[in-house]
């Protein structure tokens, strides 16, 4: 709503009642126009207000993230945001996690700050698209976990503009990651509608074996039960036919 429009509507809502006096009349043009006026700014400020009121939202993330070892990630992410000039984002940093190598393109940032179990940081007159880049080296009981640097603003929730590229040793097997990756080799790639925060990207070097994932354990738990309730249920049928046809065959004795 433009505030030309705004001046020309509110008449028509405040229009005075007739007096039967003139000054009656008069005073209550008078309160009657100063009414008009004060509305007509209200309405212009809050039209004028709207778009600074516009909620942020993160209208696409591209994320690149090499693997080098198992307990080191180095990740690359690019984000376009509507409605935002300071940003906030938010890192997992729980005890052991080392995050250096800090660099950022196309927005002004401060020293990154500790707060609680995460490690903030403000970009303020980002550009659209800015990135940002990082290294993080874990303890060796979270190997394999790499933490994202998250924008404090949601996405839309529809578009599903989140990729995620992943790059593990070359010659690497992935196991089961989350989120679940398509690959090709040693190259991974998703679509999500949200960022995660953090991935897991289990995998064996060139030359090793597998061995057992929590995907692999769960499906040859089904494969065992399975073959156990058919297995129980074929014990079932036949000591059930074994009983009708004993049955059957002393029935046939007592009547001859």
Request: aromatic share 8%; charged share 15%; hydrophobic share 45%.
């Amino acid at each position: 709503m433009s505030c030309d429009f705004a001046f020309r509507l509110v008449p028509f809502a405040f229009r005075p009642l007739p007096f039967s006096g003139l000054l009656g009349g008069a005073m209550r043009a008078s309160r009657g126009s100063l009414g008009r006026t004060v509305c007509a700014f209200a309405l212009c400020s809050v039209a004028s207000a709207a778009p600074a009121l516009a909620a942020a939202v993160l209208r696409s993330a591209q994320v690149t993230i090499t693997v080098p070892a198992r307990a080191s990630c180095r990740v690359s992410m690019t984000f376009v945001v509507d409605g935002a000039a300071s940003i906030d984002h938010r890192l997992e940093a729980l005890d052991g996690t080392t995050i250096d190598e800090l660099i950022v393109k196309g927005a002004h940032t401060s020293e990154p700050a500790m707060v609680g179990r995460t490690r903030s940081l403000v970009l303020t007159s980002a550009q659209s698209p800015y990135t940002l880049s990082y290294r993080v080296q874990q303890p060796a009981d979270r190997q394999f976990r790499c933490p994202l640097w998250l924008p404090a603003i949601p996405t839309d929730g529809v578009s599903r503009a989140v990729t995620l590229h992943v790059e593990l040793p070359q010659g690497a097997t992935p196991g089961s990651t989350m989120p679940r990756f398509t690959w090709t080799g040693s190259s991974g790639a998703v679509t999500l509608a949200h960022l995660p925060a953090f991935v897991l990207l289990p995998f064996a070097a060139a030359g090793e074996s597998p061995g057992w994932d929590v995907s692999s354990l769960m499906d040859t738990a089904a494969v065992l039960v399975f073959v156990g309730a058919s297995g129980i249920w074929l014990w079932k049928e036949r000591a059930g036919r074994a009983g009708r046809a004993s049955g059957a065959g002393k029935g046939s004795g007592d009547g001859g």
